[in-house]
């Protein structure tokens, strides 16, 4: 029998990066980098990085395989055929591997927001496919936003947006790069879901910012060292006027008349 209290592993955090963990130890995994923000920061670090190899070099693990590694050009006399095709395998083993090491080597290091904002897309795919359990306390619960509010450490807000006819559903607790995360999710008439991430950041305040993620997409900023990320359909024109949306509604009413920052062309 699985012990629900036992230790998190760093084997069992690197499986939980890698879809990998048996059921039963997730929630297990989800509360311990909850209540760990060092093993937290890390599982965000591990996830960005490998998205950010994937969306740069995936391409590489479509190449054909270089003629220089044909097996059959190295077959000699009297030479088992095993040996030739470990050899073979051997050698474009170790070439494509340097090959990745080599070019991921040269890519830039993702950005802290970029982590938050990796770790909000990746939230967001994981929980808007949920049918039964898309959130973990419902809108109805009054408890909702004081609760989310008090983990994360800031007086967060529910926005309303109602003007694109997405509701609130309701909101979950998740594991941030730097502490403890909130996740409101929305649901629009047609069924589709948008979802709004909090979290602790060290910048102070960023303009706000795309980034792409596949199918879906996100609008990230961050305001008084709280980082915010806006997720959805890719569209960028939508995403773009719920974040403003969103922006105007968590600002604190003496600087409701601020202006909203431009958004930055960065990573577009």
């Known amino acids: 029998m699985t012990d629900h209290n036992s230790p998190v592993t760093v084997d069992e955090l690197h499986a ?4 990998m963990l048996p059921d039963d130890r997730q929630a297990a995994v989800e509360a311990w980098l909850a209540a760990h923000p060092d093993d937290a920061a ?16 995936g391409a590489v693990a479509e190449e054909p395989m270089p003629a220089r590694f044909d097996i059959s050009k190295l077959a000699r006399p009297r030479t088992p055929w095993r040996m030739i095709a470990a050899a073979a395998l051997l050698a474009a083993t170790a070439g494509i ?6 070019r991921a080597a040269t890519a830039p290091a993702p950005t802290a927001l970029e982590i938050m904002t990796t770790e909000a897309l990746g939230a967001h795919k994981l929980y808007v496919a949920e049918v039964r359990h898309p959130v973990e306390v419902r809108a109805a619960e009054q408890h909702l936003v004081p609760w989310l509010s008090k983990r994360v450490g800031a007086e967060l807000r529910a926005p309303d947006l109602k003007e694109y006819s997405l509701k609130l559903l309701g909101g979950r607790l998740l594991p941030g790069p730097i502490g403890p995360a909130a996740l409101f999710m929305y649901e629009g008439p047609s069924g589709e879901r948008y979802t709004f991430y ?4 060290k910048k102070a305040r960023t303009a706000l910012r795309y980034q792409s993620g596949g199918d879906v997409a996100a609008m990230h900023w961050v305001e008084s060292e709280i980082g915010y990320v806006v997720s959805g359909p890719d569209d960028r024109e939508q995403l773009a006027k719920i974040a403003r949306t969103v922006y105007e509604q968590i600002e604190n009413p003496p600087r409701r008349g601020a202006a909203v920052p431009l958004i930055s ?3 577009s």
């Not at 939980?16 to 879809?19: K, L």
């Not at 591997?97 to 080599?102: D, F, N, P, S, T």
């Not at 909090?198 to 950041?201: G, K, P, Q």
């Open 42 to 57: 890390q599982v965000a670090a591990w996830r960005a990085l490998a998205a950010a190899v994937r969306n740069r070099y």
């Open 97 to 102: 591997v340097a090959g990745w090491v080599g």
């Open 198 to 201: 909090c979290s602790r950041s």
């Open 265 to 267: 062309r960065k990573g």
């Open 16 to 19: 939980y990066v890698d879809g």
